[in-house]
């Protein structure tokens, strides 16, 4: 949370349908920073921390998601099924999903929701499942926070998300940010790293 008084915190919500197997190629919104950066007044935002929630509006009390993303009703003895959710931030556009990790230049953070499904045999207690989150956040990536001088892009993607097939989802985001003044030189680094892509 904000932990200075200059801390602003920002709030944004994506809607985004996945097709009917579960899957969804790279989608993006994005959230309007113009209010704090300019780089003709080098104005920049320093982003330290990007945090989403998942939610299913169809469930009516509490729009929550189940921990499960994909199920194994599709399954027959000897079989696995994988699913995932992904989320991240950005200031450059990928194409693919599959192209955005921790190494991917101009990625503040990327979360990963996970389901893996084994089904061992056809009797009770005979299937296992697990669920993973990973959370690559902003602090873990960029210590000092992520300096923009632009728009920020939220990412999703999904693979075989069959617990959601056909449905529509939405994506809530929380920027903690500081406004920041931004030197010619840092302006000049970023864009020759944005020229490099």
Request: charged share 25%.
């Amino acid at each position: 949370m904000a932990k200075k008084s200059q801390d602003l915190i920002l709030r944004d919500r994506l809607e985004f349908t996945l097709d009917s197997t579960g899957d969804l190629a790279v989608v993006y919104g994005r959230v309007d920073l113009s209010d704090f950066v300019s780089t003709t007044q080098n104005k920049g935002l320093s982003i330290k921390e990007v945090r989403f929630q998942l939610r299913d509006p169809s469930v009516p009390n509490t729009g929550s998601m189940q921990g499960a993303v994909c199920d194994d009703s599709v399954l027959s003895a000897g079989g696995t099924d994988f699913g995932v959710i992904k989320m991240f931030a950005a200031t450059t556009a990928y194409e693919r999903g599959a192209d955005v990790g921790i190494a991917s230049p101009n990625v503040l953070c990327v979360v990963e929701k996970k389901t893996t499904f084994m089904v061992q045999g056809s009797g009770p207690n005979e299937n296992a499942f697990w669920n993973e989150y990973f959370q690559y956040g902003t602090p873990d990536l960029h210590p000092d926070g992520y300096t923009v001088v632009t728009d920020l892009l939220i990412g999703v993607c999904a693979e075989s998300a069959n617990l959601y097939s056909s449905k529509r989802l939405e994506l809530d985001i929380m920027l903690i940010a500081e406004e920041v003044k931004v030197t010619k030189d840092e302006l000049n680094e970023m864009l020759i790293q944005a020229q490099d892509l």
